[in-house]
């Protein structure tokens, strides 16, 4: 069973960081291409960044300067760093893998003074 668990969300203050994590199990990680997405309160799904197998990356181009996507295939897991938090960034985030339906549940991320 593919299993995608993210955590590392909370609330934070405007130019705060947070690093995002994304367990994965339950299916051949270090063979996967994986993304970050995330959901605004009353928009539509929006893509971050994306992680291949060979560890290429492409990201959206607003997203470049604050967030950084990583994998550790050791551990099967993947990461968003991400910094300078805008009250903008507030979100569900979703770690998922690339051609697939599985997402995980998300977790929440709150930037707010």
């Known amino acids: 069973e593919v299993q995608l668990v993210e955590s590392g969300g909370g609330l934070v203050q405007p130019g705060e960081s947070l690093k995002l994590s994304c367990a994965s199990s339950?299916?051949?990680?270090?063979?996967?291409?994986m993304y970050w997405a995330r959901q605004a309160p009353g928009k539509g799904l929006e893509w971050l960044s994306t992680?291949?197998?060979?560890?290429?990356?492409d990201s959206a181009g607003e997203m470049k300067d604050r967030f950084t996507i990583s994998r550790d295939n050791a551990k099967n897991t993947m990461y968003l760093q991400m910094n300078d938090l805008k009250p903008d960034d507030t979100a569900v985030y979703y770690c998922?893998?690339?051609?697939?339906?599985?997402r995980g549940q998300g977790t929440q991320v709150t930037v707010s003074s």
């Open positions: 998922g893998i690339a051609g697939s339906g599985y």
């Open positions: 992680i291949y197998s060979d560890g290429r990356i």
């Open positions: 339950g299916f051949t990680f270090t063979s996967s291409h």
